[in-house]
């Protein structure tokens, strides 16, 4: 499957912003799919992630209460709902795939990646 991930921009700190990650593909509903972000001279860091049929759902402390994962199967989408930004969310946050259903919060477990969309948080 090839993931491309959209929504990004430049926001004030508080503001919300949807992220979104389409799919190519007919077999996107068996994969795990995740939200990671980066930061120049950082690693590539996990947000949240979601299982294939959205029955658990998984966040990184740093974003619990006011970022939310979700899909949508039927239109190969999965979609970050952040909420309350603050200016360290600022990065380039990337959608990752796992075909296998794994959910994981280190980068080098996934497969498929989308190529990335940056968010600006200004305070």
């Known amino acids: 499957v090839q993931l491309q991930a959209s929504g990004g921009g430049l926001v004030q700190a508080g503001g919300s912003l949807r992220l979104s990650c389409a799919a190519s593909g007919r077999t996107f509903s068996t994969y795990a799919m995740a939200w990671f972000r980066q930061v120049p001279g950082r690693e590539r860091e996990f947000v949240a992630a979601i299982t294939r049929t959205g029955g658990s759902i998984y966040y990184a402390d740093s974003v619990k209460g006011r970022f939310t994962i979700s899909r949508d199967n039927a239109k190969n989408t999965v979609y970050l709902q952040m909420s309350d930004l603050k200016p360290e969310d600022t990065a380039v946050y990337y959608c990752?795939?796992?075909?296998?259903?794994?959910?994981?919060?280190?980068?080098?477990?996934?497969?498929?990646w989308g190529q990335g969309t940056l968010v600006t948080v200004s305070s």
């Open positions: 990752a795939g796992d075909p296998y259903g794994n959910i994981a919060t280190m980068a080098f477990e996934y497969r498929s």
